[in-house]
């Protein structure tokens, strides 16, 4: 069974809330030209060690994690966010729910990483991969995340168009997935400041918790979340359907059950139980498969 994509009539293009997906695109290329900039400054430290001129904001140490989240959230969460408005409307023949929530979600979003790139220079992080943000911050990237969750179900809920296309449902694993991930990795920090906080859990458990989270933020933000543009722009570009719906379907519970799976690869010898070193290597070699 082939699945194909119906472009809307011409007539309706005008309904759909293109200046949100035009700001999110804007954002992800001036936060990618920043992200990958501060990438190559740091790389030079490595060779040129006085290239930090020894100040400690500008330590390989960190700006490293400025770089890791301009390039994965900045960049990388701008353009899904500016693929999935887009997709979401064309694939549902209808404009998005609210645009204020969406315009809502857009400068939360660019705060967060505001305010991020400001923290992480000056020491103030949690000290977690791709979990660096205080809980100020924490709590402002998840209610963005949570309006755009909102936005994007609701828009889903009064489609005119009968079948949820294949990279609706990729866009809903991501988003789903990712709100959870923030939530619970979220709540095990307890705030003791403003700009401090420590985790509920210690040792192993803590460790578990956080590569639970970074490994699948990453796996559903930079897999997921992209498979779901290959799956709209890649036939849009060839103007063929998808070769096989049925393979798309196993294509996306296979990675959407394995994937949270692999996680322990992380912490392979270290004092986390064997059994659960070994289930995430097996899930992994799958995951490969």
Known sequence: MQETLSAPAEVDSPRYDDQTVRQFVLASIVWGII????????????????MNFDLPWLSFGRLRPVHTNLVIFAFGGNVLFASMYYMVQRTCRVRTYSDTLSQLHFWLWQLMIVLNVIALPLGITRGKEYAEAEWPIGVILTVAW???????????????????YVANWFTMALMVTV???????????????????YSIYAGVQDALIQWWYGHSV???ILTTGFLALMYYFLPKQAQRPVYSYQLS????????FIYIWAGPHHLLYTSLP??????????SVVLIA
Request: proline share 3%; net charge positive.
């Open 35 to 50: 992200g990958m900039l501060v990438g190559a400054y740091i790389a030079s430290e490595l060779a040129f060690p006085v």
């Open 146 to 164: 949570l309006l755009a969750t909102i936005n994007f179900f609701a828009t889903l809920a009064r489609r005119k168009e009968k079948h949820i």
């Open 179 to 197: 709100i959870i991930l923030y939530l619970l990795n979220g709540i095990s920090s307890i705030p003791v400041s403003l700009t401090k906080s």
């Open 218 to 220: 990453v796996g559903f």
């Open 249 to 256: 379907i196993i294509h996306f519970w296979s990675l959407i």
């Open 274 to 283: 064997e059994w659960v070193q070994t289930l995430g290597m097996t899930f």
